[in-house]
């Protein structure tokens, strides 16, 4: 499997990797700029050859990253991808060999492995999700918790593990929520500003039935049902009759996913899997070449 051709849409791969590695090895810093350990233990001509493999079942994600930090330091790095993004790999399974020069694998090695270890961590997490909600035609998303400066790759991982992106940023639509009412004066009043504004995508939040008309009249085209009950859920998507797509939202677990999935609505949003997804356990080890 090769790595040439993966890219992200608005993303400088080149770019994130060098300053992750910057970052770690202190560039700008005095005294920084190097990897004090490895130049002073391993011989400068020494080679290293190593497998990353999961200790526990993962979706795998990243690896093509993982490949750009090792070749940033050591372009004639040998790397082979033994699994593709998405796959599901089982404990024990191999994810990555790769041969080269020592002291730039063992520099390399922590920000691979830990890019590789919340991405796969995120995706795995999604998966669980997905599969939770059962045979349902409702769509799981993200959200915008994600940790900043990794939102494009964080929202990557959901997209591997098996969800769609909601909003990207706070440009790409209009979410109106309960302060945004709060200042403008009420739901009907903050929809028409959006609208006067030009604004084509209005998304608005809801937390009572009788919220749902003004919003609809007032030209809301997607309505987030914030923390309702799967009995409320019912209603709402019965008042709405298919006029704009809904949206469940607000203390989505494992245990209850399925059961909000079934009452109808269209989308189900998640902020766990980017806010709090456990890293997987995935590791690396070297030995000399």
């Known amino acids: 499997m090769s790595t040439e051709g993966w890219q992200l849409d608005n993303f400088d791969l080149d770019r994130f990797v060098r300053q992750t590695l910057d970052e770690d090895l202190g560039v700008g810093l005095p005294g920084g700029g190097h990897d004090v350990t490895s130049e002073s233990v391993i011989p ?25 930090f090792f070749r940033a330091l050591d372009p ?12 599901e790999v089982a404990a024990g399974g191999d994810l990555l060999r790769l041969s080269g020069n020592a002291r730039a ?17 995120i995706a795995t997490l999604t998966r ?5 909600m059962g045979e349902s035609r409702c769509i799981l998303l993200d959200t915008r918790k994600t940790l900043p400066g990794l939102r494009v790759l964080e929202k990557y991982a959901t997209r591997v593990g098996g969800a769609q992106n909601h909003r990207m940023g706070l ?3 209009a979410m109106i929520k309960d302060n945004h009412v709060a200042v403008a004066g009420g739901v009907t009043e903050a929809i028409r500003r959006a609208r006067e504004a030009g604004v084509e995508r209005i998304i608005c939040e809801v937390d009572r039935l009788e919220q749902i008309e003004p919003a609809l009249g007032a030209g809301a085209t997607h309505l987030l049902l914030d923390n309702m009950s799967p009995a409320a859920l019912r209603q709402a998507v019965a008042l709405v009759a298919g006029r704009v797509p809904t949206e469940a939202s607000g203390g ?17 949003s998640v902020g766990r899997l980017t806010q709090s997804a456990p890293a997987a356990d995935i590791g690396l080890d070297f030995i000399l070449a």
Request: aromatic content about 6%; proline content about 3%; glycine content about 6%.
């Open 44 to 68: 400068p001509d020494a080679r290293f050859a190593g497998t990353m493999d999961s200790r526990e079942a993962v979706v795998v994600a990243g690896l093509p990253i993982a490949a750009a």
């Open 76 to 87: 004639t790095t040998e790397i082979e991808l033994l699994a593709d993004e998405g796959a």
């Open 105 to 121: 694998l063992l520099t390399a090695e922590r920000s691979a492995l830990n890019l590789v270890q919340h991405l796969s961590g």
């Open 128 to 132: 669980r999700y997905v599969r939770a």
């Open 171 to 173: 440009w790409d639509a």
């Open 252 to 268: 989505v677990t494992l245990e209850t996913i399925a059961a909000i999935a079934a009452t109808g609505v269209d989308f189900i």
